[in-house]
């Protein structure tokens, strides 16, 4: 098999492979885009999407990605399904090994993997993962139509799936560690104001019950003030307290901050190594939308562009095809 060194790689589906793979397409250079398992990002688990610019009356999750993948596939974009599981970036050209077997050498590479929930730690959340505990409202809410659940967590994407799920469950009760949320005030003001939401201050979720593989029937609950303990009963149990960056792969070999995203260059894509780029939320804990992980991938895809002239490396002779 003749082995081929792309123009670039770009790992990962969401909005930001996506978008860096339309760009780096229409600029002739043959992209590369590995989509994993669970292609497509997180807008995979979203339903309507109301403030991506576009679509004045919204668009599902899932189909703005499918139509952002056409848009990629028109372009020649070359897609390979399959997990990354390990890169090598000490030296170009970088080296990227997906699902164990097949490795792929690229001249530049724009790392795209994303962020993912954050859990509670506890091993009855393990177990009951999928049955009765959830960590996306928008996936599984309608599962709980006519239950009680609670929603663990105080920021914006608590109180957007705690609102959420009030179009299913009878009640749905906000367990926040602190007496204050972080979530934004528009948003809190609309929790506030729905009859179906109830909140629990300065409280831990110690445990949850339920059978050995479901349902759950409730919660044990520690005021962290008080340090009482108590057990409330609960249908149902949604972890939403924050996203991880999937940065496991590149750690000790790209600069990661103290939160473990990927240290970009401020204003840029540019990450520490000459070459690697970051776009969406492997870099971003704050804003993390879909826009504006779109906005980073055409970043990164221009940057890919300028190395490679500047370097020299731009040529034609990447099929997209070799391994
Ligand atoms: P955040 O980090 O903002 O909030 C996480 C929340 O979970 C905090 O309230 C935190 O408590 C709590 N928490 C963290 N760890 C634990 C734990 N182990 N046990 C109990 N509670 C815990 O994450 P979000 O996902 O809510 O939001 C991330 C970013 O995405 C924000 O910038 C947000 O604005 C944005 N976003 C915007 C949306 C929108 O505009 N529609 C929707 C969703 C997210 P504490 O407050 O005490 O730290």
Same mark, same amino acid.
């Given at each position: 098999?003749?082995?081929?060194?792309?123009?670039?790689?770009?790992?990962? =589906?969401?909005?930001?492979?996506?978008?860096?793979?339309?760009?780096?397409?229409?600029?002739?250079?043959?992209?590369?885009?590995?989509?994993?398992?669970?292609?497509?990002?997180?807008?995979?688990?979203?339903?309507?999407? !109301?403030?991506?610019?576009?679509?004045? %009356?919204?668009?599902?999750? &899932?189909?703005?990605?499918?139509?952002?993948?056409?848009?990629?596939?028109?372009?020649?974009?070359?897609?390979?399904?399959?997990?990354?599981?390990?890169?090598?970036?000490?030296?170009?050209?970088? =080296?990227?090994?997906?699902?164990?077997?097949?490795?792929?050498?690229?001249?530049?590479?724009?790392?795209?993997?994303?962020?993912?929930?954050?859990?509670?730690?506890?091993?009855?959340?393990?177990?009951?993962?999928?049955?009765?505990?959830?960590?996306?409202?928008?996936?599984? @809410? /309608?599962? *709980?139509?006519?239950? %009680?659940? /609670?929603?663990?967590? @105080?920021?914006?994407?608590?109180?957007? %799936?705690?609102? *959420?799920?009030?179009? /299913?469950?009878?009640?749905?009760?906000? $367990?926040?560690?602190?007496?204050?949320?972080?979530?934004?005030?528009?948003?809190?003001?609309?929790?506030?104001? +729905?009859?179906?939401?109830?909140?629990?201050?300065?409280?831990?979720? $110690?445990?949850?019950?339920?059978? #050995?593989?479901?349902?759950?029937?409730?919660?044990?609950?520690?005021?962290?003030?008080?340090? #009482?303990?108590?057990?409330?009963?609960?249908?149902?149990?949604?972890?939403?307290?924050?996203?991880?960056? +999937?940065?496991?792969?590149?750690? @000790?070999?790209? %600069?990661?901050?103290?939160?473990?995203?990927?240290?970009?260059? &401020?204003?840029?894509?540019?990450? +520490?190594?000459?070459?690697?780029?970051?776009?969406?939320?492997?870099?971003?804990?704050?804003?993390?939308?879909?826009?504006?992980?779109? @906005?980073?991938?055409?970043?990164?895809?221009?940057?890919?562009?300028?190395?490679? #002239? =500047?370097?020299?490396? !731009?040529?034609?002779?990447?099929?997209?095809?070799?391994?």
């Amino acid at each position: 098999m003749t082995e081929s060194i792309h123009n670039v790689i770009v790992i990962g =589906s969401g909005p930001a492979g996506l978008t860096a793979a339309i760009y780096a397409a229409r600029a002739n250079l043959r992209p590369v885009l590995i989509e994993g398992a669970q292609a497509g990002g997180q807008l995979m688990i979203t339903t309507e999407v !109301e403030n991506f610019p576009g679509f004045p %009356e919204g668009i599902q999750g &899932p189909q703005l990605i499918l139509e952002m993948k056409k848009q990629a596939q028109r372009f020649d974009t070359n897609f390979i399904t399959g997990d990354v599981t390990a890169v090598d970036l000490s030296h170009p050209p970088f =080296s990227v090994v997906v699902d164990g077997e097949r490795t792929y050498r690229t001249k530049s590479l724009i790392i795209c993997s994303g962020a993912r929930a954050k859990l509670l730690g506890l091993e009855s959340e393990s177990r009951l993962m999928g049955h009765g505990v959830s960590a996306c409202a928008t996936c599984d @809410g /309608f599962f *709980f139509r006519g239950k %009680e659940v /609670f929603v663990v967590g @105080g920021g914006d994407t608590a109180v957007e %799936e705690a609102t *959420f799920l009030t179009r /299913f469950a009878t009640k749905v009760t906000l $367990v926040h560690r602190r007496d204050k949320l972080r979530a934004s005030k528009i948003m809190q003001d609309r929790a506030a104001r +729905n009859p179906k939401i109830d909140f629990l201050w300065n409280t831990v979720v $110690v445990d949850i019950l339920g059978g #050995e593989s479901g349902p759950v029937t409730g919660a044990v609950l520690k005021n962290i003030k008080s340090g #009482e303990t108590s057990q409330k009963k609960t249908e149902g149990l949604f972890v939403a307290i924050g996203h991880e960056p +999937n940065t496991a792969l590149f750690r @000790g070999q790209l %600069e990661l901050d103290d939160r473990g995203y990927i240290r970009t260059q &401020p204003g840029t894509p540019r990450t +520490n190594i000459s070459g690697v780029f970051a776009a969406g939320d492997v870099q971003d804990p704050t804003y993390r939308q879909a826009i504006t992980a779109a @906005g980073t991938g055409c970043m990164a895809a221009m940057e890919a562009e300028r190395f490679l #002239e =500047s370097a020299g490396l !731009e040529n034609g002779s990447a099929t997209g095809e070799g391994h």
